[in-house]
C-alpha cells in the first residue's frame, strides 16, 4: 500500500511543479514514505533520514533548499517525537492527510518552521486526491488500486489499527472509475489493496458491494481487465461467495495470500484473530474444491507472547497440512501501545530466532516443492518487458512468479502460454508454447 500512495503522492505534488527523480540527490523535495509494523522497519527511518541529510547539506553548498518529509504510519504514530529527535524535517503526515501536501508545502513556503498533520480528517483523501498518472511498474502492465483502508480488527500484536485508522471502504464508483482509466493506460493485471481487502463493502446503487461483487464488476465492465488479486485478506472475512468467485470470475488468479500468523488455537486465541487452526484448513479446503489449481502463501508470527515449543510445533504441523507456494514469516516485534507489547511471557530473543529458522526452511522446502511441481505444465504468462539476455523475455505467471523465457519484444503486453521448463529459487524459466500460440 506504501507504494500506492506514494504514486499518489506524487500525483498530487505534480500541479505544484513536482515531478519523480531517481535519485535523491538532486531532488527539491524527499518523501520518505514509512512503514512501522515492525520495529526494524521503523528504525530504519532514523538511520535513513541521518542520510537525507547530509544530501541536503551537500545541496545547500550549492545554494539549492531541499524540503524533507517524513510519511506513513512512523509519521503517525511517531510524528512528535520524530520532530524532536530530527529538527531538520520539515514536513510529517499521517497516511490519510496526504491529500493536503500542497497546503502544507505553501505553509512552509509563507511562514517556514516545520509542518505535522497527523490528523484522522473526516474528509476522505480518495474524493479530493487527483486523477493518477499511469503506473509505473513492470511496463504499465499491472497496477495497485486502494479499495479499503484501515482495520477494526485490533489483533494483539498490531499497529494498524492505530496508524492507519478504522476501517473504511472506497465507493464502488470511484473504484471502477480508477480501474477504468488504469486499463485505458495499459494495465492488464489490477491487485486490488487493503489492510482487511476481505471485509472491503463499498457503497454502490444505495445499498454497498462485497468484494466478490465489486469483482464481478470489474470484470462485466471492463472487458480489457485479464487480471485481478487482492491483498491482504482476513481468514474471518473469507465468505463463501468469495470462494465461489474463485472458481467463477475468469479474472481471478489461482493465488491467494491468507495469513494464518499461528497453527495453536492458544496463540490465536491471545492474538484476537477469531478463528482456530482448524477453521482455517477448513477455508483452504473449500478453496481448493471451488479452484484446484489455487495456490496458497500466507503470514506467520513466531515468538508472540506465551508460545510454547507445543504452540510453535503446531505451526509446523499447520504448514505441512496446507502447504503452501511461498510465504512470510517474522519474528514477534513488540509495538508499543499494542496489547501484546505488555504482556508477561515474551519469548526470548533466542528462541524466536531457531523458530523463525526452523519454519523458514520448511517454507522454502514446500516454495521449491511448488516450483518444481510447475515444470512441464504450461502457464498463461503476461508479458511485462525485454529480458536481461537479448533475446529473452519476461512475464509473470498467475503465481506472481517472474517467469523468463525466449520470445519477441512485440508479445510484451499479452498474455502468451509457456511450457516451464526450469524451477529457479525465485523465478521459472520456459519457452513459448507455439501450438496454441498466444491467448489474447
Ligand atoms: N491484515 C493482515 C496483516 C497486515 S500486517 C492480517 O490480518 O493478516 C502484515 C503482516 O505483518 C502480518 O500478517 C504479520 O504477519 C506481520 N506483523 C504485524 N505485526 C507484527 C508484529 N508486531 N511483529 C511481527 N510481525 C508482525
Ligand atoms: Fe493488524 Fe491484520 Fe489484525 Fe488488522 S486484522 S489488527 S491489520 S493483523
Given at each position: 500500500m506504501n507504494v500506492y500512495d506514494s504514486a499518489r503522492m506524487a500525483d498530487v505534488l505534480r500541479p505544484l511543479g513536482y515531478s519523480p527523480v531517481d535519485l535523491p540527490d538532486n531532488a527539491d523535495m524527499i518523501i520518505?514514505?514509512?512503514?512501522?509494523?515492525r520495529e526494524r522497519a521503523a528504525e530504519k527511518v532514523f538511520s535513513e533520514l541521518g542520510r537525507l541529510r547530509q544530501i541536503r547539506e551537500a545541496r545547500k553548498l550549492e545554494g539549492k533548499e531541499t524540503l524533507i518529509a517524513v510519511a506513513g504510519c512512523v509519521a503517525q504514530a511517531e510524528g512528535k517525537e520524530l520532530l524532536a529527535r530530527a529538527p531538520y524535517v520539515d514536513l510529517v503526515l499521517g497516511p490519510q492527510t496526504y491529500h493536503r501536501l500542497p497546503e502544507m508545502v505553501a505553509r512552509i513556503a509563507r511562514a517556514g518552521g516545520s509542518v505535522i498533520d497527523t490528523d484522522f480528517p473526516v474528509e476522505s483523501k480518495f474524493d479530493l486526491l487527483p486523477e493518477e498518472a499511469a503506473p509505473q511498474n513492470e511496463g504499465n502492465l499491472t497496477a495497485f488500486l486502494t479499495i479499503q483502508e484501515g482495520c477494526d480488527k485490533f489483533c494483539s500484536f498490531c499497529v494498524v489499527p492505530y496508524t492507519r485508522g478504522a476501517e473504511t471502504s472506497r465507493p464502488v464508483a470511484s473504484i471502477l472509475a480508477e480501474a477504468e482509466r488504469l486499463v485505458a493506460s495499459g494495465v492488464k493485471e489490477i491487485t486490488l489493496l487493503g489492510q482487511n481487502v476481505n471485509a472491503f463493502h463499498g457503497d454502490w446503487n444505495g445499498g454497498t458491494a462485497s468484494l466478490p461483487e465489486l469483482a464481478a464488476l470489474l470484470h462485466e465492465k471492463i472487458p480489457a481487465l485479464k487480471r485481478l488479486r487482492y491483498i491482504t485478506s482476513h481468514p474471518r472475512d473469507m465468505e463463501q461467495a468469495l470462494i465461489d468467485a474463485h472458481r467463477d470470475n475468469p479474472i481471478f488468479m489461482p493465488y491467494l495470500h491468507l495469513p494464518v500468523q499461528s497453527g495453536s488455537d492458544k496463540v490465536l486465541k491471545a492474538m484476537n484473530r477469531g478463528h482456530t487452526a482448524d477453521e482455517y484448513r477448513e477455508i483452504i479446503s473449500r478453496l481448493r474444491e471451488a479452484r484446484p489449481d489455487i495456490a496458497l502463501t500466507s503470514d506467520f508470527i513466531v515468538g508472540h507472547p506465551g508460545e510454547t515449543d507445543e504452540d510453535f510445533e503446531a505451526t509446523m504441523q499447520l504448514v505441512r497440512d496446507v502447504r503452501f507456494a511461498s510465504a512470510y514469516s517474522f519474528k514477534y516485534s513488540q509495538r508499543p501501545g499494542t496489547p501484546a507489547a505488555g504482556q508477561p511471557f515474551q519469548v526470548a530473543e533466542d528462541v524466536k530466532e531457531k523458530r523463525l529458522a526452523a519454519l523458514q526452511a520448511l517454507l522454502r522446502e514446500q516454495q521449491d516443492a511448488f516450483n518444481a511441481s510447475l515444470v512441464g505444465t504450461v502457464q498463461d504468462v503476461l508479458v511485462t518487458g525485454l529480458g536481461r539476455k537479448p533475446g529473452q523475455l519476461n512475464g509473470r505467471s498467475p503465481y506472481l512468479q517472474p517467469v523468463h523465457f525466449e520470445g519477441d519484444p512485440s508479445q510484451i503486453g499479452q498474455i502468451v502460454k509457456v511450457r516451464i521448463t526450469a524451477p529457479f529459487t525465485n523465478s521459472l524459466g520456459g519457452h513459448l508454447h507455439e501450438q496454441e500460440g498466444t491467448a489474447i
Open positions: 520518505l514514505n514509512t512503514c512501522h509494523i
